[in-house]
């Protein structure tokens, strides 16, 4: 068993505990002193630095969400200027706007850190060739884990998303061991590896996978490893706090979070911190990031936290599985999609009533997502076509709004099923089993 | 005037070339040592590193092409185990294999201080905020630009590729005072600028930018600043060296070949240098490189170098405009196509003859590829649906051999002109002016 940095990895829980509290009163201190909006979040609590003695005071701070980085588009949150800033990324707006991060030289280092000891704790490293298919530019999957891949010493290919047929070709014809990519997508390689005869045992040494950046299940990791012998591993994170952070380990039993660089809380409804490995809201703390605060941020998933010690020997705390959302954010095909925006696009059709229903499935674990949705009585159409028109009207601005394909399924009026008090606007039929 | 590596870059003149002669004996030495196909080449010729004593010795070693890296595919020309090299690129074959190269960390190293040189040499440094629109992934031009922009400490906003409406927005939104991209590309950007009301001048802090990836003219340099108040520096380099490597400096007149890392000769028909300054053909030598040999590498450009010292200060010598090629191989929206790849197309077509015409245009310096083809008189067919099938066919082929969209023109029997010895195959109506 081998580690990136075996003294911090596996350093006794008491005293990392104690460095975590030292590191988030550290960088609260900072954060208070540069940044106008956490100060006043502090003050709007009554609280100071020196008020954080412990985790309960701690827990007095209002939380962040995602709209105060998007109410501070671009770059309002930012606490370093620009000449002390080496990257941007931006991720697509849910809600028009795009979330913009920024990372110092600091930000970028401890990124890589995290994902380079998380590689190394499922076996990757000098010796392997790691293609990497995720998506590189302003999204954060495809350069963070580049970088993490050429500092653990792996041969990185950055053959990035899509080219299916490449990426089959190069898997054949370097040595490559590992993959990154979702977990769909490998699904999709291991589909066209049976269209095209090549068996991925036999014809490549791909033996492992990083998968991340949408929802699986061990039963999707159990028919991957069947299908093709690759052993996937899981991965948490979000350009909110550098990019994907968080891996599984070789016992595949959760993803390791670093306490010297993030503190994740999991809260009950009541925002109370719930029995070590019970479920509840994930709420993150950066405690060594530069370029703007993130403490407290409630990024909406669920999920347990443990800090029982892990078989491999690492003493830091494991993240399960994110078992579902907080608000009513859906992520269709790696997409975020709120409810709100198809809510948004309905209303600007003066021939639909406001009533809609979203239904997702999918197939071979490519997501579908049908809306249903309703003409108004003195807008009923006399031809299939002008029905077709609408529909396909409603489609197109969807696609617009989201980035997204959806079928939009026109219905007579009065047809859709109406709710007393909060109207269940989404029925999720996806299966990941 | 700033410098990124002030000493090495002014070196005298006579110093430089002693340095620039001791690497590639040096070069030629390790690699003779390590690589079975280097040492067969230079046996093939009865040499031995210890003959190296001068040019002219250095002039007898035979000349690589592209070929010799592809017929080694995918890395037999490497000279060190995977577990040493920290990435691998992979550009597009232009007759079917794609062509492979390695980079240990050194590799990737020099790559970055090649290009952190020439970005600080047009002013790109710690206070720019630089969005790379090149491609990330495979292509080396995003990366390489990329881990030059955070050498020199710019903020570097890795937009990649595509979707202008959020580059221009982000252009607007935050303070990027540099881009990177195709001249095309950018003009694309001003265009839709004009469309939306948009005025660089006043609603960005744009006034640089990086060109390159295809060919561009001094007009464009200076339409381009007249619409956009951009200023544009041209780049050389392509994957085989290690991606784009050579920048021009403030001065405008020619790229800087680092003699240090890379000795370009200029050679005539018969594969003698030409006098300093002159025409000829660029053979390329890596001087440190270290994953394989890239020796006397005929890239097949046309073009001048002079050792004349520069306004800047900078004594390492220039490289001109690529002026042409010195084989057929025409260069289409950034895609190297050889007309011997559009001949083997028509050869798998039953019901054309051997005969074709390719004929280059292009719009607001946007490639338009035409193919005359020429039907066979027993394959006539007698309807125009027959017709439109056998050229969309012959498209859908072209597509798929170039990742070209070709327009294919089909001709009567007889028609398309014949030559008298070798055919001129190509008409080049394009214009950068
Ligand atoms: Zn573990
Ligand atoms: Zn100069």
Partial sequence: M????EELETMPVEELKEMQFRLLQ???RTMYEKSEFFRGRMQSVGLTPDDITDMEQFRKIPCMRKSDLRDNYPD??????YDELVRIHVSSGTTGRPTVVGYTQTDIDNWSESLARGLTSFGVG??????????YGLFTGGLGVHYAGEKVGATVIPT???NTDRQIQLMQDLPVTCLAGTPSYMFHIADVCDQKGVDIRKQTKVTKALAGGEPWSESMRKKLYDRTGIKAYGCYGASEFYG???????????????????LIEILDKDGNPVP???SGEVVVTMLQKEAFPLIRYKIGDISTLTWEKCRCGRTHPRLGRITGRADDMIVVRGINVFPSQIESVIGEMPFLSPFYHITLTNENYMDKMVVDVEVLPECLPDDVNAI????AKVQARLKEILNLKAVVKMNLPGTLERFEGKAKHVTDNRSWD
Same sequence: chains 1, 2.
Avoid: Y
């Fill in 276 to 278: 070590d490995g019970e």
């Fill in 388 to 391: 077709n028109e609408m529909s």
């Fill in 26 to 28: 550290n960088e609260i």
């Fill in 160 to 162: 990035g998303v899509g």
């Fill in 76 to 81: 309002g949150l930012f606490v370093r200027p």
């Fill in 126 to 135: 000098k010796k392997d060739v790691f293609q990497n298919m995720h998506g």
């Fill in 2 to 5: 081998t580690f990136w940095n």
């Fill in 244 to 262: 994907p952070m968080f891996l599984e380990c070789d016992a595949q039993c959760g993803m390791h979070v670093w306490a010297d660089l993030t």
